[in-house]
């Protein structure tokens, strides 16, 4: 080969290579479905009523593979300060509509995300890094929240009481909040979203969200769909406003009056911070932080049924959600048979774990560097204090973020290890003598989430449900920590925040109450039959 020829394909190859290291996954048609979603190379990350924005651009990785996917621009301070008071704005006008007239508002976008199901669920998968199952089913969540919202529009209580003095009567008003503000983690970015959304919109409330900044394509995605609604029906889009952005911009959220209620989710520690913050002026907040969740297995248990139960709940979701499991508390009687069934159980989805988006994947990767090597981290603490690696313990080497789910025995329970969350796949099994012990080993840590109980004796059942029971805001039996229903109040207690969200009377948190005393008698008449004067 000539030099001139050997320089020209040389050329040819570096040009091919530069190209091939700048492209973003939207630009391939694999991604197809990006498109679908208006996403587009470049994204503007702030919606209150117009999609403007100021502030720096972030690029947007996929955990699978580590590449780019595409770009979104952040919200400048101002650019906050222009949604907010879009917001404020636009709630003088949503709060007068009628509670079943907004419920219909949310009726329509649960069937427009309905319309957006599987690309809105194949960008989860995308940009966060969960199975493709599981997006979809992230997707749902937020489909079943607007039908339960449905229902609520029509249903939202107020009380007429007794009132003690003749021609008097109380009554129990619900007022909305206002414009509140929401702020989301990266591992359900449209769930926790439409916990929120959905529940305070039909109490008449706005909001401004703040969503985590490693899953902004996501956040645009799901606010472009809301905007479509509510520009069909003439609604204000401020209604819903949309302001990615970092630290400055959730600070900012955070202290700011005018945001009634605060819902964040996150870490246990950003979340006491931002509870003080919300309390110096006085305002809501809704916690829903971290856990560190166990599952008792009794002597009694029936262990297929446990063993179906604990793949998914310690190691779907690569341990990344706050209800995955992180601690066996086994019953002596039968700790070695479970952690020998354990073990096999997990070298049966070994071969299982990649891709997110293909059919086969059962694990999918750590969602950031960061993650990965807190898992590296955690399992070289583990062994340096004395823990055995029973499975896993590995980095998978190949593109993105994969590592192996990962079963420790040998620490004891009261370990600082065991006692602090790793978000990873990580368990740590560890023996109990009786269910008693169980209890305490589960009710020892400062998170206070999910818990779950496997046996087959009813007195068990209600000795774990009842006040000696566990002490978390979600108490399981035969059934894993994790996969919560929209109808149940989700949240826990302790460092887990004490917040609910979604079902029962969760929506009190997006409402304000006044006792109302009317006088139609004609007279004064005071309570506790107090005389004053003449009368």
């Not at 979603?37 to 996929?62: C, H, R, Y």
């Not at 209800?323 to 508390?329: A, G, V």
């Not at 989805?349 to 750590?366: A, F, H, K, N, T």
């Not at 997006?510 to 005071?526: C, H, P, Q």
Request: net charge neutral; hydrophobic share 40%; glycine share 10%.
């Amino acid at each position: 080969m000539s030099r001139l020829l050997q320089r020209v394909v040389g050329l040819r190859f570096k040009y091919v290579m530069a190209r091939n290291a700048s492209s973003y996954l939207i630009e391939d048609p694999k991604y197809s479905f990006l498109k679908d979603l208006g996403l587009d190379k470049k994204n503007v990350g702030v919606f209150n009523g117009k999609w403007e924005a100021n502030g720096p651009m972030i690029q947007t990785f996929s955990p699978a593979n580590g590449k780019v996917i595409a770009e979104v621009q952040a919200a400048s301070v101002a650019d906050y300060e222009s949604c907010a008071k879009a917001a404020q704005d636009a709630w003088h006008e949503w709060a007068e509509m009628p509670a079943p007239a907004r419920g219909e508002i949310v009726r329509q976008i649960g069937d427009a995300l309905r319309e957006k199901l599987q690309p809105l669920g194949q960008l989860v998968s995308l940009e966060m890094g969960k199975i493709l199952p599981e997006a979809i089913g992230e997707v749902v969540e937020y489909i079943h929240v607007c039908d339960l919202a449905l229902g609520l529009s029509r249903s939202l209580p107020g009380t007429i009481f007794p009132s003690e003095r003749p021609g008097h009567v109380l009554i129990e008003k619900w007022n909305p909040l206002g414009a509140i503000g929401i702020i989301t983690a990266f591992n359900f970015p449209v769930a926790v979203f439409g916990w929120n959304s959905a529940i305070a919109m039909v109490c008449g409330d706005v909001s401004v969200w703040k969503p985590s900044e490693t899953t902004p394509l996501i956040s645009v995605a799901v606010t472009k769909i809301v905007e479509s609604v509510l520009v069909k029906n003439n609604i204000p889009g401020a209604v819903a406003a949309l302001c990615v952005g970092g630290k400055d911009i959730g600070q900012t959220l955070v202290k700011d009056h005018r945001m009634k209620l605060v819902s964040f989710t996150g870490s246990t520690a950003v979340g006491q911070e931002v509870g003080v913050e919300v309390q110096k002026r006085f305002g809501r907040h809704l916690l829903e932080l971290g856990g560190n969740n166990a599952i008792i297995v009794n002597e009694d248990a029936n262990l297929q049924l446990l063993l179906n139960a604990a793949l998914f709940a310690c190691a779907g979701t690569a341990g990344q959600r706050c209800t995955t499991t992180r601690r066996l508390l086994i019953h002596k009687k039968v700790y070695s048979e479970v952690v020998s069934k354990l073990k096999k159980a997990y070298a049966s989805v070994l071969s299982r774990i990649g891709d997110p988006l293909e059919s086969e994947s059962l694990i999918g990767p750590l969602h950031t560097p960061a993650a990965l090597q807190a898992y590296k981290d955690t399992v070289a603490a583990a062994v340096k204090q004395g823990g055995t690696i029973e499975f896993g313990g590995k980095v998978i080497e190949r593109e993105g973020y994969f590592v192996e789910p990962t079963i420790i025995t040998g620490l004891p329970h009261d370990s600082p290890l065991v006692k602090t969350e790793c978000f990873a796949p990580i368990v740590y099994c560890i023996e109990i003598p009786d269910l008693e012990t169980g209890i305490q080993y589960n009710n020892e840590v400062e998170q206070g989430l999910s818990s779950s109980l496997f046996t087959e004796n009813m007195g068990n059942v209600f000795k774990w449900i009842g006040p000696h029971g566990s002490d978390c805001g979600i108490v399981n039996v035969n059934i894993p920590t994790n996969g919560a229903e929209v109808g149940g109040a989700f949240g826990g207690e302790k460092a887990t925040g004490g917040g609910r969200e979604c079902g029962s009377d969760s929506w009190k948190n997006y409402m304000r109450r006044s006792t109302v005393t009317i006088n139609y008698s004609g007279t004064i008449k005071l309570a506790q039959n107090i005389k004053f004067g003449d009368d």
